[in-house]
């Protein structure tokens, strides 16, 4: 009972920084592109639980970030580098990943209805229990992708370039 206590804490908290000074001035940083520059060395990449809905993150470097269960609705993901990165229990309604590398990627959870990975390559991207629903596919390269219990209802999936679940 004490860890899950302490689990709800640590959620709050999570939350809640994101209303800080601090917590507005790395959103602002990520919006304007300062935070997602291949060159940058100083580069804070833990954004869990943060409300982004609408951003455009397009032709960004995302590699390793951390997005888990935040709120990215309609964001715009068109050919970014997302290489490795966490996005496990996030919203991601709508958003955009066309022509996305988003490899090696931790996606487990994710509500990904309505997306578009029109030729986004998700190989070896963990998509256990995410919802796919009316999501577009076309073209999108899925292998080695860890699925189970994949909700793909009204899914697009034609001509996909490889789909071997493991």
């Keep these: 009972m004490a860890s899950r206590f302490k689990r709800l804490t640590r959620r ?11 917590g507005r001035k790395l959103i602002q940083q990520l919006k304007s592109g300062e935070l997602t520059k291949k060159s940058s060395t100083n580069r ?5 639980k943060a409300d982004l809905q609408n951003i455009d993150l397009h032709n960004t470097h995302l590699e390793n970030f951390d997005f888990s269960e935040a709120n990215l609705k309609h964001a715009n993901f068109e050919a ?3 290489s490795g990165i966490r996005l496990s229990g996030a919203n991601l309604q709508k958003a ?3 022509g996305a590398i ?13 997306a578009c990975f029109r030729e986004a390559d998700l ?3 963990d998509l256990r229990y ?27 999936f034609s001509k996909p370039r490889v789909f071997r679940p493991i």
């Design 80 to 82: 970014a580098d997302m």
């Design 96 to 98: 955009n990943f066309a």
């Design 12 to 22: 709050k908290k999570l939350r809640k920084r994101w209303k800080t000074p601090q």
């Design 102 to 114: 988003v490899r090696h990627a931790n996606l487990k959870g994710a509500d990904l209805s309505e």
């Design 123 to 125: 190989s070896n991207s």
């Design 130 to 156: 995410a919802a796919l629903r009316k999501a577009n596919l076309k073209k999108a390269t899925l292998e080695k992708c860890t699925i189970l219990t994949l909700d793909v209802k009204h899914g697009y």
């Design 44 to 48: 804070h990449t833990d954004f869990r």
